[in-house]
């Protein structure tokens, strides 16, 4: 079993950064893959960013890349989501996931358990 608690989100202008933080309770953290998923109103979860247990692959939506970086650290069962020059169009509530597989998914629906998720906003 693993509990999962988000935290960071927040309002932020256009162009500024948010760091997503995801404390994580088990013993089996890092033996997970971990992903960062978001929802907006009126659309689908969609996949953000995902991480193996090691950290050595990661992927990333089209959407987001080369603006986020996802990262962890096993010994503090933590995973962070560090999102740069953020558009209106990344707002949403963004949940942090795991998911018992070997590599990283994008479908949400190979991930085992969920957070609360957490609110990003950005104004124009």
């Known amino acids: 079993q693993v509990q999962l608690v988000e935290s960071g989100g927040g309002l932020v202008q256009a162009g500024g950064s948010l760091r997503l933080s995801c404390a994580a309770s088990?013993?089996?953290?890092?033996?997970?893959?971990m992903g960062w998923l978001r929802q907006a109103p009126g659309y689908e979860r969609e996949f953000v960013a995902g991480i193996n247990w090691s950290g050595s692959r990661t992927e990333y939506a089209n959407s987001v890349k080369g603006r986020s970086t996802i990262s962890r650290d096993n010994t503090k069962n933590t995973v962070y989501l560090q999102m740069n020059s953020l558009k209106p169009e990344d707002t949403a509530v963004y949940y942090c996931?795991?998911?018992?597989?070997?590599?990283?998914?994008?479908?949400?629906?190979?991930?085992?358990?969920w957070g609360q998720g957490t609110q990003v906003t950005v104004s124009s």
């Open positions: 088990g013993r089996t953290f890092s033996s997970h893959v």
């Open positions: 996931a795991a998911a018992s597989v070997l590599s990283v998914v994008t479908s949400r629906d190979r991930y085992n358990y």
